[in-house]
């Protein structure tokens, strides 16, 4: 979303409340902000894809979802501009609402702040950076000197008496921005400037084509449930879960199990539920669906259209809205 400033001294900066005020009021939103997704298992797994357990070693991405709270080391993704970062060692990401996010640490002093511009050219851009930033209430970040620009890299600075703001914004090609901008006191300025060009060395933006891929699943699926188009085989167990993929993140599978013929069991007639997050990775011309469950275990399922008909692994999905996200 593109911000529109309302005073040309505001920049990229406005509260509307004092500098005190400003830094209360964030330490209250990251604190209402780490609302954790509830995962229950059954102990069933969902049928059909691969499953993966994670490299300890590579980051893990998640979607930047409203309300939730991401640790140093994930990286996270906007999947409708095609843009992740890695959150810096010792600092915790957040999105308590709108399309700033928030960076705190509990060892580190200062604040940061993540903006997500779309469709925005490099002129609008370099005057939105030349510009003071402002906090309402006489709170105004002046800038020190011009922005500096290396390759689709621009570098900016900003300071009161006592305060500064450092910020490296990066440009796509596709006219995406993500402005990276720390503020604290002068005396932490190089801790500003270390964690802003982490960050942006961090930056990675997908190609458009398949951004415009992954705006298309995700246009398609959130909000959505997965029915499989399964035939009645005369009393068999259903082994294929019906899978609900909630705008907010989450995901339901339920798997419900029909009697066996000859056998009586507690389970018979019973919806096995199972809860997590999920995602689409797009590469070139494939979409995987990736659902993850709490323990951090995932399962990929492939994803493709025929004919407008959906397919998870080469299996054809009736598409429908979810009844169970509430």
């Given at each position: 979303?593109r911000?529109?400033?309302?005073?040309?001294t505001?920049?990229?900066?406005?509260?509307?409340?004092?500098?005190?005020g400003?830094?209360r009021?964030?330490?209250?939103?990251?604190t209402?902000?780490?609302?954790?997704?509830?995962?229950?298992?059954?102990g069933?797994?969902?049928?059909?894809?691969?499953?993966?357990?994670?490299?300890?070693?590579?980051p893990?991405?998640?979607?930047?979802?409203?309300?939730?709270r991401?640790?140093?080391?994930?990286?996270?993704?906007?999947?409708?501009?095609?843009?992740?970062?890695?959150?810096?060692t010792?600092?915790?990401?957040?999105?308590?609402?709108?399309?700033?996010?928030?960076?705190?640490?509990?060892?580190?002093?200062?604040?940061?702040?993540?903006?997500?511009?779309s469709?925005?050219s490099?002129?609008?851009?370099?005057?939105?950076?030349?510009?003071?930033?402002?906090?309402?209430?006489?709170?105004?970040?002046?800038?020190?000197g011009?922005?500096?620009?290396?390759?689709?890299?621009?570098?900016?600075?900003?300071?009161?008496?006592?305060?500064?703001a450092?910020?490296?914004a990066?440009?796509?090609?596709s006219?995406?921005?993500?402005v990276?901008?720390?503020?604290?006191?002068?005396?932490?300025?190089?801790?500003?400037?270390?964690?802003v060009?982490?960050?942006?060395?961090?930056?990675?933006?997908?190609?458009?084509?398949?951004?415009?891929?992954?705006?298309?699943?995700?246009?398609?699926?959130?909000?959505m449930?997965?029915?499989?188009?399964?035939?009645?085989?005369?009393?068999?167990?259903?082994?294929?879960p019906?899978?609900?993929l909630?705008s907010?993140?989450?995901?339901i599978?339920?798997?419900?199990l029909?009697?066996?013929?000859?056998?009586?069991?507690?389970?018979?007639?019973?919806?096995?539920?199972?809860?997590?997050?999920?995602?689409?990775?797009?590469e070139?011309?494939?979409?995987?669906l990736?659902?993850?469950?709490?323990?951090g275990?995932?399962?990929?399922?492939g994803?493709?259209?025929?004919?407008?008909?959906l397919?998870?692994?080469?299996?054809?999905?009736?598409?429908?809205?979810?009844?169970q996200?509430?």
């Amino acid at each position: 979303m593109r911000l529109k400033a309302r005073h040309k001294t505001e920049g990229f900066f406005c509260t509307g409340v004092s500098q005190g005020g400003f830094v209360r009021r964030l330490r209250f939103l990251l604190t209402i902000g780490a609302v954790f997704l509830a995962t229950t298992g059954s102990g069933i797994p969902a049928q059909g894809g691969t499953d993966h357990t994670p490299d300890p070693k590579a980051p893990v991405v998640k979607d930047l979802r409203v309300g939730e709270r991401y640790s140093g080391g994930i990286r996270v993704r906007s999947p409708f501009l095609g843009v992740s970062f890695l959150v810096p060692t010792d600092w915790r990401a957040s999105l308590p609402a709108g399309t700033v996010v928030f960076l705190d640490s509990s060892l580190h002093p200062g604040l940061g702040f993540v903006h997500l511009l779309s469709d925005i050219s490099r002129d609008d851009l370099l005057a939105k950076l030349s510009e003071p930033q402002a906090i309402e209430a006489g709170f105004v970040l002046h800038p020190v000197g011009s922005v500096r620009e290396q390759g689709n890299q621009f570098h900016a600075t900003y300071a009161t008496e006592h305060d500064v703001a450092v910020t490296v914004a990066q440009l796509d090609r596709s006219r995406n921005s993500v402005v990276y901008q720390f503020v604290g006191r002068k005396s932490d300025e190089n801790l500003y400037r270390r964690v802003v060009e982490e960050l942006a060395a961090s930056t990675e933006f997908m190609p458009p084509d398949q951004l415009l891929a992954l705006r298309a699943w995700y246009e398609r699926l959130s909000g959505m449930m997965l029915t499989p188009d399964v035939p009645d085989h005369g009393g068999e167990r259903q082994t294929a879960p019906t899978i609900h993929l909630c705008s907010d993140g989450r995901f339901i599978s339920i798997m419900k199990l029909a009697p066996v013929p000859g056998r009586t069991t507690e389970s018979d007639g019973e919806d096995y539920h199972e809860t997590g997050t999920w995602l689409i990775q797009q590469e070139r011309e494939d979409a995987r669906l990736v659902l993850t469950r709490g323990e951090g275990r995932s399962r990929i399922h492939g994803l493709r259209l025929e004919q407008d008909h959906l397919l998870l692994d080469d299996q054809q999905r009736e598409s429908s809205p979810s009844d169970q996200c509430f």
